[in-house]
């Protein structure tokens, strides 16, 4: 089982939707958590990161996490074409400094 | 631009020869990160510095695998004798020291052996 878990999709919605995307994890020690944006043949791009649970609020972009349940969501409001990407969420022990990635949810914003 | 960048943005290579890739940190980040990335996964780690201390390697990061960070500045990142399983996005990341969660990663080096 890997450590981290996410729905490879693809996710197809039109615009102007609220995207939800999600990732679950099994290692309790996890204590940041990060979500990338990946255009094709691109380099990551950090998008928002959370210390241990509750939500985190970014312009249209809203970080959730919930220990808990070792579950993790990024929601996108008013989604646009050009959020058109790969959407990675990645997972850090505190101390540590290796990022671990979930598999990457493709998005398709339909106009 | 003031993002980390890499050279090449793509190497093809035939099966056997060696390979070496360059990253370029934000300037003021003291630690900087490798990762390879395979078609429809996530990036995976294979080994960090701080600043020239090479610091951790992954399992993943076999003997055909050397990198390096002479002056804690750039890095560069070779494979000996290349096999098509290495064939691969590499991206090299950066970060400061107490903020390993803020990793901005280049845009990476896809390699292709053939």
């Known amino acids: 089982q890997k450590e981290v878990e996410q729905d490879p999709g693809p996710l197809s919605v039109p615009e102007g939707a609220i995207v939800s995307l999600n990732c679950t994890y099994s290692?309790?020690?996890?204590?940041?958590f990060m979500w990338y944006r990946q255009y094709s043949r691109k380099g990551p791009e950090l998008l928002m990161y959370t210390y241990s649970s509750g939500n985190k609020e970014d312009g249209r972009f809203t970080a959730q996490v919930d220990k808990s349940s070792k579950y993790i969501s990024l929601f996108i409001r008013d989604s646009q074409p050009s959020d058109s990407a790969t959407y990675l969420c990645?997972?850090?022990?505190?101390?540590?400094?290796?990022?671990?990635f979930g598999q990457g949810t493709r998005l398709t914003i339909n106009p | 631009d003031t993002g980390v960048s890499q050279d090449p943005r793509h190497k093809i290579t035939k099966r056997g020869q060696n390979v070496t890739f360059r990253c370029d940190p934000i300037s003021e980040h003291n630690r900087l990160y490798w990762y390879r990335q395979t078609l429809g996964q996530g990036p995976e780690f294979l080994t960090y510095?701080?600043?020239?201390?090479?610091?951790?390697k992954s399992r993943l990061l076999s003997d055909r695998f050397s990198a390096e960070r002479p002056k804690g500045s750039f890095s560069t990142l070779e494979i000996q004798r290349t096999e098509q399983g290495d064939s691969a996005m590499y991206l090299c990341a950066s970060s400061l020291t107490a903020r390993s969660y803020e990793q901005y990663f280049g845009p990476g080096t896809r390699l292709t052996v053939t």
């Open positions: 290692n309790s020690a996890f204590q940041y």
């Open positions: 990645a997972m850090l022990i505190q101390g540590a400094q290796k990022l671990v």
């Open positions: 510095f701080q600043n020239e201390a090479q610091l951790e």
